[in-house]
Each structure stands twice: as C-alpha cells, then as structure tokens.
C-alpha cells in the first residue's frame, strides 16, 4: 500500500500536469506568456528542451521544404538559432537579417506554411519571434505582427562582397542599347541576315523579390539599299533573378513582332522573346550587360499599304548590349 505522503505526491503532480495541458490547449499563441529567455541550443549541441510534445530540430529538418525555408531564413541572418519548445509554436532567435533584410516578411511566410504543414495545418501552429531574448512578435495565421520590432544594427561601411542580398521592391526600369542581328526566314528563298542598330525599354514591379511583372518594347533599325527598315516588339514579360543576393536574372515575354520599312512594307504577328542578363554594383542604379532573342511564333505575311504581296516570313532577331536597371 502507498504511504499517504507518496499518495498526495502523486495526486499534486497529476492535477498540474492535467492542469497545464487544458490551460495549453485552450490559449491561442498570442495569448501565451513568454518566457523569460529563449532557451534554443546552440546549433552544435545535441540537446533540446524535453517538453511534452515538442520535437528536436533534426526531426522538423527532415522536411525538404521545412529544410529549404529554413536554410534561407538562417542564411540571410533573419535567424540565428530555432527550436520547437512547444507543440505547434516554433521560436526563432532573431539576428540582424530580420530589420535589415529586404525579405524578411516573405521568408517568414515560407517559413510559417513549410511548419504548418509539419503541425498537420493546426489554426494554432505560430512563429515565436525572440530577440535578445525578449518577445519581439509573432508570424500565425493572420500574417506577421510585431511587438517590438527589432531595432536595425548601426550602419557599417558597404562591402560590396558576394553573398550580401538586394533590396529589391517596388518600381522596376529596365533598358539597354547595342547591335542586333535581324533575319529573315522563309521557304525557297535566302536572305542574309543584317546587322543594325537595337534596344529595349522594360517597366515593371516587383511582385516579390525575385520576381518582376511588366512589358517591354525592343526596337531595331538600318538602312537596307537605301531603305530605312524597323523591326520592333511590345510584349508582356517577367523577369526572375536567380536568387536574393544575386544579380543574374532571365527574362520572358509573349506578344507582337512587327516590321516596318521606308518603302511600305510592312507585317506584324505573334511571337515571344527572351533575355539574359546580370546586373552590377550596388545600389539603386545597375549597370547590365545582356543578350536578347526575339522571334514570331510562325511566318507572317507581308503587306504594302495594306495589301499582301505574297510573301511569308518569320522574323528573328539576336541583341547583345549594355544596359541599366533601377529599383
């Protein structure tokens, strides 16, 4: 038979125990107190806080995309450490990424839908956002609100070194001058490409960071015989950088090509074009060398003063030049 101190020893620990998880289940995360310090391990160590529940960080990086969200949140020093200290809430111990980085809001949401899925999509499934150990905010599933937002470190000489993130928001002008190669392409017949003058003008806007919506128009002109002759293109485009701290980006668009020339021909139709290019120095202002390819989709027919003549061709054309981008 139990004793009757070991008997209200065991009745006490079984009250609190009960206790605490109705009290867990029934408070929203915004609602829970925070505790007095963060207690995440260090990345080196092995152990983690043994709360009921709660799963150690080798289990939550098993999930590819738990994994890839995260890899970026810590690269770009949004955070510096994280841990599951209870069930469904995930703390983060934030690091200077997360005042200073352009993205902080979008990795967070990343973040926030790759660990809701591991919470088996619970409403109750919260970022705890900690910084120098005090509660700085919360990411649940109405979106990012701060309590303190953390305050920006002091400005420090720019670098200029690889691996720093671009700002990158709101407006977006792109454009560039240099040579173009014109062809043209048809049946039972050979023409020689022509080698003119060419460029492009691109507005748009950022979408996300690394993501740009807009149009584009390009232009190319040369005398031909005597004949002034244009080929031109407005098309609807996105552009998308490789990544946040790269300037390398590629460009696709979809609209009408058209040719035009002193002499009263002229043709238009479909087509699509492509760009590559990659962006220098820092700043607002970038310097951009690219390469362009423009080209109907099939063969147009020409006309004179409205009328076809006859002839079916499909335009192509290749542009290399030097350009800049602001944002």
């Known amino acids: 038979m139990l004793r009757l101190p070991q008997m209200v020893g065991t009745l006490t ?51 590819e995309t738990f994994q890839r969200a995260m890899t970026d949140v810590l690269r770009l020093e949004i955070a510096q450490r ?18 200073t980085s352009a993205s902080t809001e979008y990795n967070l949401s990343r973040l926030y839908a790759a660990y809701r899925a591991l919470t088996e999509f619970s409403p109750e499934t919260a970022l705890e956002l900690r910084s120098q150990d005090r509660l700085a905010g919360w990411y649940t599933i109405g979106g990012l609100s701060w309590t303190e ?11 200029g070194g690889e691996g720093e993130e671009t700002a990158r928001s709101g ?59 244009q080929v031109y293109s407005a098309m609807g485009q996105v552009t998308r950088y490789l990544s ?5 980006f590629l460009r ?3 609209g009408l090509v058209g040719y035009h020339d002193d002499a009263d021909f002229s043709a238009t139709g479909p087509g699509f074009s492509g760009r590559l290019g990659y962006e220098f120095l820092e700043g607002k202002a970038h310097i951009v060398p690219y390469l362009g390819y423009i080209r109907t989709f099939d063969g147009i027919d020409m006309k004179r003063g409205g009328d076809p003549v006859g002839f079916n061709f499909v335009i192509s054309q290749f542009q290399l030049g030097l350009g800049v981008s602001v944002y």
């Open 171 to 229: 407006f977006h002008f792109n454009a560039g001058v240099g040579a173009g190669a014109f062809d043209q392409q048809c049946s039972d017949c050979e023409i020689d490409s022509e080698t003119g003058f060419s460029g492009f003008l691109s507005l748009g806007g950022f979408v996300n960071p690394l993501t740009v919506l807009g149009v584009e128009g390009t232009g190319w002109i040369k005398d031909v015989s005597g004949v002034s002759v």
């Open 149 to 159: 937002r953390p305050a920006a470190p002091a400005a420090e000489p720019a670098t």
């Open 82 to 99: 994280f841990c599951e200290l209870r069930p469904d809430t995930l703390t983060l111990d934030l690091g200077d990424g997360a005042s």
């Open 252 to 254: 696709g668009g979809i």
């Open 13 to 63: 620990f079984v009250a609190f125990s009960g206790g605490y998880l109705a009290t867990a289940e029934a408070t929203p995360p915004t609602a829970i107190a925070p505790s007095s310090g963060l207690v995440c391990p260090e990345p080196s160590d092995t152990g983690q806080p043994a709360t009921p529940g709660a799963r150690p960080n080798q289990e939550l990086m098993a999930s």
């Open 244 to 248: 946040a701290n790269s300037g390398l």
